[in-house]
């Protein structure tokens, strides 16, 4: 689902992020991505999104050069993945339910098949109960399991997210990252990033390290 060959990404300013790293992440498979703060996690994220673009080396995403594709075709990438941030960018002035719809009312999806995918959705994440509540009326948790409902909603065969337990206490954080297992059970190909090292081993996944823009674990060797 995701392969990188020797990808290398300087930005503008001529500082080096990532260094020839090379791994794949299978189809249907999980893996955390790991390493200090400026590691390269974010960047290596952007590239599968084509937020950026490498400068050396190949990205491909389901066997598409993400680098090479044309600028109409990036809408269509995006809506293969489920993107999760740290700061969820919720919509405030919109209820739960109205902030998971976001991306099926932009497909134009007709009323009925967006109620019974946002219910789908939100049950998955067990928050099924407060669909009509605004975001300031639920915990740091609870916001983050909307942003994870909206990032599914469309049924995205990847799903990425970048430090998406950042502002949450551990409790939390382990209940989290349990939802992006329970997605990667019914067939979704997940990719995490995450600082927090502890939670990453306490959950038995795969483990790609960065440190200091290389590829320091899990990955293919040079
Ligand atoms: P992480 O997500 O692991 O904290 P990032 O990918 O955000 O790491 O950043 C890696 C390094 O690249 C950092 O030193 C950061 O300052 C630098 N960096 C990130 N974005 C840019 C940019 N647009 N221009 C220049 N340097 C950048
Ligand atoms: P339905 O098939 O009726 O949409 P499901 O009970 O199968 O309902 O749950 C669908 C929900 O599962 C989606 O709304 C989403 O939350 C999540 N999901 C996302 N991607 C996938 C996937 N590839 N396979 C299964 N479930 C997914």
Do not use: W
């Amino acid at each position: 689902m995701i392969r990188f060959t020797e990808v290398s990404k300087r930005y503008p300013n001529g500082f080096q992020a990532l260094s020839r790293v090379s791994f794949h992440l299978e189809r249907g498979g999980m893996a955390f991505l790991t390493g200090h703060s400026g590691a390269g996690k974010s960047t290596l994220l952007k590239l599968i999104t084509r937020m950026e673009t490498c400068s050396q080396g190949q990205v491909l995403v389901d066997g598409q050069n993400v680098a090479r594709l044309p600028s109409r075709r990036v809408p269509g990438l995006r809506r293969s993945m489920g993107i999760v941030f740290q700061n969820h960018h919720l919509l405030f002035d919109r209820t739960v339910f109205d902030n998971v719809a976001v991306p099926l009312v932009i497909a134009g999806l007709p009323h009925g098949e967006v109620r019974r995918r946002v219910h789908a959705a939100l049950d998955k994440v067990g928050l099924l109960s407060k669909e009509k509540l605004y975001p300031i009326a639920l915990s740091g948790g609870e916001q983050q399991r909307v942003g994870i409902a909206r990032a599914v909603v469309h049924r995205p065969p990847l799903l990425l997210a970048d430090e998406p337990t950042g502002n949450l206490d551990p409790e939390l954080s382990a209940e989290i990252m349990g939802l992006f297992e329970q997605f990667n059970q019914v067939g979704v190909t997940v990719l995490v990033a995450s600082h927090d090292l502890a939670l990453i081993r306490a959950m038995g996944q795969r483990v790609l390290t960065l440190a200091r823009g290389e590829l320091a674990q899990g990955g293919v060797p040079a």
